[in-house]
């Protein structure tokens, strides 16, 4: 395994005996006639997705000059390659990252998770998330008025074969107090609509997502897939406190 530590320290060695052989030749040549050192390289590090518990940071490597390698040094003895990199950290705490760009070795502290507001910085899946508006219980037949349209969390029912909702596939609009309750459980919930009457292979597709979604360790399939009227875009997938849209 490569230690990290006994690697930047010979690093440094050599691009030091570099540095004195080359500031010597400038004694005798002229430096006009060596290039100049790199602009400084900085560490930008931010939340890999919206989720505020993850213990994924994305780092990238701002430089003026890209066309050089790059090699991170994380505290647990793992090296990555690339001006951008992902790393996921075994716990929660205040971690040292060293960077080797080129001819600099630049060190930056990271706090994991990073907890930076995402809403203007989607992650790349696409993942929009929601303000939390609760997840407490309310009388079957209140008319919950939530501030997000659909709903990813909030007030909801609850109750046996009421909330949360048999996991499965429904052509009819199911009301929302019903399957957030499923959210908080865990579950994500496909919702559709369709202008006037779903074609029926739409249908058919939707069944086979539910059918083919893998079962949780209890051995139910985690997904209620239910039409909602007036959606924009036609698709969504709705899990506790995040959105996402599909074509």
Partial sequence: MINPKNSVRAFRRNHLRLGVLVST?????????FPFPPAATTIEYKRSGCLEESLSVTFTAITVDSNRT???FFT?????LGQTVVHTFARPRSYGVTLIAGAETVQSNVTVPVLRA??????????????????????EGTVVNYESNPPASGPHYSGFGLAPVAAGFYEEALRPERWVHNLEHGYVVVLYDCPGD??????????????????????????????????????????????????
């Fill in 25 to 33: 030749a400038c004694v005798f040549a002229g430096c006009d006639s």
């Fill in 70 to 72: 790059f090699q991170w």
């Fill in 76 to 80: 647990d003895g793992t090296v990555l």
């Fill in 118 to 139: 995402c809403d203007d910085d989607p992650d790349s899946a696409r993942d929009r998330r929601v303000p939390n508006e609760g997840q407490g219980h309310v009388p």
């Fill in 198 to 247: 779903c074609d029926p292979s739409f249908l058919a597709q939707l069944q086979s997502l539910f059918n083919d979604t893998p079962p949780s360790k209890f051995g139910t399939r985690k997904m209620v897939v239910t039409r909602y009227a007036g959606l924009q875009p036609s698709i969504m997938a709705v899990a506790w406190d995040v959105q996402r849209d599909f074509d």
